[in-house]
């Protein structure tokens, strides 16, 4: 029983290309995250909903785009990959009443 | 100031000696910190979370949080090699569950 999982976990692609990864957790968690972390391990906070609602919104390009169809699903689409984009790209949910965050197992995006 | 810091390390200690994790933060952190253990190639996992001044014990990880100094440590008695990992310090950052992360601790725990 994977309590926040993300597709794909691996996931190859050209510069320019469009891709998407999916996350989904079954932890009843009101609020999800994503977050990178790039090649020197440091983890980042890039966007969090709650509830289906956006409410942090780091300093990220316009060609990252997440979408929350409901509050156990959160997907992330990237326009026009960049070389810099290569990292690992980790899915995380909450709790309302409890900050601790648990994490999926994380997608590697290498750009070429 | 970074909002969170730590050592990158590597701290290296032999097994079953106390391995000793350290973590300081500036004032726009508030008051709530985790310490997630991270495998290489492996998603981080939550250890502790520790809220308020003084020490937390849980099996063989101490969290201490010294609100005066603004710092936060981990302590892992018996120290295995499979502690070896590293260790990130998160503290809880304006509203909304916004966690900052340190840069990570590399733990290298030899036989």
């Known amino acids: 029983d994977t309590a926040v999982s993300q597709t794909p976990k691996y996931l190859v692609t050209q510069m320019g290309n469009d891709k998407s990864i999916k996350c989904e957790q079954n932890?009843?968690?009101?609020?999800m995250y994503w977050y990178k972390q790039d090649s020197k391990k440091f983890l980042k906070i890039m966007f969090s909903?709650?509830?289906?609602?956006?409410?942090i919104n780091e300093t990220v390009p316009n060609r990252f785009s997440p979408k929350s169809p409901d509050k156990a699903h959160l997907n992330l689409h990237i326009n026009s990959l960049e070389l810099g984009d290569s990292a690992v790209y980790f899915c995380?949910?909450?709790?309302?009443?409890?900050?601790?965050?648990?994490f999926g197992q994380g997608t590697r995006l290498t750009v070429v | 100031q970074k909002e969170v810091e730590q050592n990158s390390g590597p701290l290296s200690v032999p097994e079953g000696a106390i391995a000793s994790l350290n973590c300081t933060y500036s004032?726009?952190?508030?008051?709530?910190f985790f310490w997630y253990r991270q495998y290489s190639g492996k998603s981080p996992e939550l250890i502790m979370s520790?809220?308020?001044?003084g020490d937390k014990e849980d099996g063989r990880f101490t969290a201490q949080l010294n609100k005066a100094s603004q710092y936060v440590s981990l302590l892992i008695r018996d120290s295995q090699p499979s502690d070896s990992a590293t260790y990130l310090c998160?503290?809880?950052?304006?509203?909304?569950?916004?966690?900052?992360f340190g840069a990570g601790t590399r733990l290298a725990v030899h036989p």
């Open positions: 995380a949910s909450s709790s309302k009443d409890r900050a601790e965050a648990f």
């Open positions: 909903y709650n509830n289906k609602e956006l409410i």
């Open positions: 998160a503290a809880l950052s304006g509203g909304y569950n916004k966690l900052i």
């Open positions: 520790i809220y308020s001044n």
């Open positions: 932890l009843g968690h009101d609020t």
């Open positions: 004032d726009r952190v508030s008051q709530s």
